[in-house]
């Protein structure tokens, strides 16, 4: 292995040095510039070709290998991300409930927010909070109903 990686990077050096050699020759104009894209062609072309060669397979085949093994966890880490993004929700909604509380005057407020999955796309938003707070009856319901429009959600419970 350290062998076929010595010939890679020996082969890589060799075309970079020749790539070089040749566009440092030729006078600036319209063949310079065909002669550097040439040349940087050969250096990829030496920096890819032991991909290509990878497990003796082809390119093609590396990939669908890789798309098939990638493919058994997809669920999971749709999941996972689905949960990040669920709690995500939740914390940012509690905040902007507990600042609401907080500029309408409500002291020792505290917030809990829940989510669920839309139908069609599955991403997470949220639904209901529950809001415990000391303040009078008219303010927690003036917190109430601002929390209900201005996060859309279906159902605000005042716990007291």
Do not use: H
């Not at 069609?120 to 303010?139: C, H, T, V």
């Amino acid at each position: 292995m350290t062998q076929q990686i010595r010939e890679w990077i020996l082969g890589i050096a060799g075309a970079s040095m020749i790539a070089g050699g040749v566009t440092a020759l030729l006078p600036k104009g319209k063949s310079a510039q065909a002669a550097r894209f040439a040349a940087g062609l050969l250096v990829l072309i030496m920096t890819a070709a032991p991909l290509l060669r990878l497990g003796g397979g082809s390119m093609a085949e590396l990939i669908s290998g890789y798309k098939a093994g990638a493919g058994k966890y997809g669920g999971d880490i749709e999941e996972i991300g689905g949960d990040i993004a669920a709690r995500i929700i939740q914390a940012e909604a509690a905040s902007y409930i507990l600042d609401k509380a907080k500029e309408l005057g409500a002291e020792n407020a505290e917030a809990r927010v829940f989510t669920r999955r839309e139908s069609g796309s599955g991403l997470p938003y949220p639904y209901a909070a529950q809001i415990k707070a000391q303040a009078d009856e008219q303010l927690l319901e003036r917190l109430r109903s601002c929390v209900l429009v201005e996060l859309g959600l279906e159902t605000v419970e005042i716990i007291r």
